[in-house]
């Protein structure tokens, strides 16, 4: 095959390791959340514990209907153990890494221009701007950081794989952008798994090494960003865990917080009439109305202002909201489920599936970044990939992703 050129086996569902497997992974990480609350580290976490399993349970079934719903509609052809393969054209990969470098170089350049110092180099002692106002035009510097991150390990020399990859994250990195920054290395190990040809139990190994740096880094970012004290006080820890290393403090509380939050609103908000806001962060941040929740929001037994991903389905539609959004998102999972889709559309399923591991925290489904993103490894798929899948015969076709003549 020609050095401008390279292929790797389609992976079957059952070769991944289970955060590849959007069904176990939504179990997974529900049952995260559900053991992170019972440390009950702060002041205002939610008491009674029999509320959360009942929007497990609720959010469970919903999930599953939708998933097995796509799954009996959809035409299941898996596809065969040998010869179905993924090919992707260097050159063309090249091209594309070099616009969203490029890309990024002239956005983040512009806000050094217009803002000054990256947040980060508050760290060292410079005055600069919160990183929550710096800067402009982040809905899409992020997704294009991200994107070139995660692709950059695509590619063939090591040159470019290190240099883009470093850029990125170094990038990334100035904004001070934690969130984004997990989100990132999840998609890239995801990526990693399904085109590897590794066992799983390397894997897992891989995933808890990495979850462990990823812990250490968060700790870095948070505790430079906002100082222990600070966060003790805003997230009303509790005396007695405030001795534990703030590693795992910021763990737990990270986890467990948004649950409470969400119980909290369940308990205390009470639907009488529909909303929209759960669509309002597909909105530039320029366009953003204002929420008609705050209310609820602001009350003091709610901090930090994260609530799941299902608290703004709930305030804007009740019950309903939380169910429609679980079988949608099982419905996504039950296509990415059928004839291998997972490892035939890696980059575009790797960001469904940070999604579904992040959604203790925000609701990422519904969020311009990550339409953005979709949108650029969509993209990408058709650009640089083709698929070849043997017909029944034995004769081996191209399915086109795209065809790369």
């Known amino acids: 095959m020609s050095k401008f050129f390279r292929s790797f086996p389609l992976r079957p569902q059952t070769s991944l390791p289970f955060y590849c ?7 997974a990480i529900w049952l995260v959340m559900l053991a992170s609350m019972q440390f009950e580290i702060s002041y205002v976490s ?15 079934l919903s999930f599953i209907l939708g998933h097995y719903f796509v799954r009996l509609i959809c035409k299941v052809n898996e596809l065969p153990q040998e010869n179905s ?9 090249r091209l594309f890494n070099f616009y969203l470098f490029g890309s990024s170089v002239i956005l983040t350049l512009y806000n050094v221009m217009v803002a000054g110092l990256p947040p980060v180099f508050a760290f060292l002692g410079f005055d600069t701007k919160p990183y929550f106002d710096y800067g402009r035009l982040k809905q899409v510097i992020f997704p294009l950081l991200m994107a070139l991150f995660v ?16 850029f990125a994250f170094l990038a990334m990195l100035s904004y001070v952008a934690r969130g984004s920054m997990l989100l990132m290395l999840l998609q890239a190990l995801i990526v990693f798994s399904i085109r590897t040809s590794k066992g799983k139990a390397r894997l897992y190994l891989i995933a808890g090494v990495g979850l462990i740096g990823a812990a250490f880094l968060a700790d ?12 003790f006080a805003y997230m009303q820890i509790k005396t ?6 703030t590693i795992y403090l910021w ?10 939050n969400l119980c909290w609103l369940v308990d205390l908000a009470h639907f009488d009439h529909v909303t929209w806001s759960f669509a309002y962060p597909l909105l530039p941040s320029f366009w953003l109305p204002s929420n008609p929740h705050l209310e609820f929001i602001e009350n003091s037994k709610i901090i930090d202002g994260v609530h799941t991903y299902l608290a703004t389905y709930f305030l804007d539609l009740s019950y309903f909201g939380i169910a429609s959004i679980n079988c949608f998102v099982g419905m996504i999972s039950g296509y990415y489920s059928s004839d291998r889709r997972i490892s035939r559309y890696y980059l575009t399923s790797s960001i469904f599936l940070t ?5 203790f925290f925000f609701d990422f489904f519904a969020y311009l970044e990550t339409v953005v993103q979709f949108a650029i490894q969509a993209v990408a798929q058709y650009y640089f990939m083709k698929e070849y899948r043997p017909l029944a015969t034995g004769v081996t076709k191209g399915l086109g992703i795209v065809a790369n003549s």
């Open 21 to 27: 497997d959007p069904v176990k992974l939504f179990v």
């Open 46 to 60: 939610y008491p009674h514990f029999s509320l959360a399993v009942i929007l497990f349970l609720f959010s469970f």
């Open 85 to 93: 393969r993924n090919e992707i054209n260097i050159r063309k990969l």
């Open 151 to 166: 692709n950059s390990f695509l590619e063939s020399s090591t040159i470019r794989k290190l240099f883009y990859s470093t």
């Open 220 to 231: 870095f970012i948070g505790s430079n960003r906002t100082g222990d004290a600070i966060f």
């Open 240 to 245: 007695q865990y405030q001795q534990w290393p």
């Open 251 to 260: 763990v737990i509380s990270y986890v467990s917080t948004p649950l409470s």
């Open 355 to 359: 999604c579904i591991a992040f959604m």
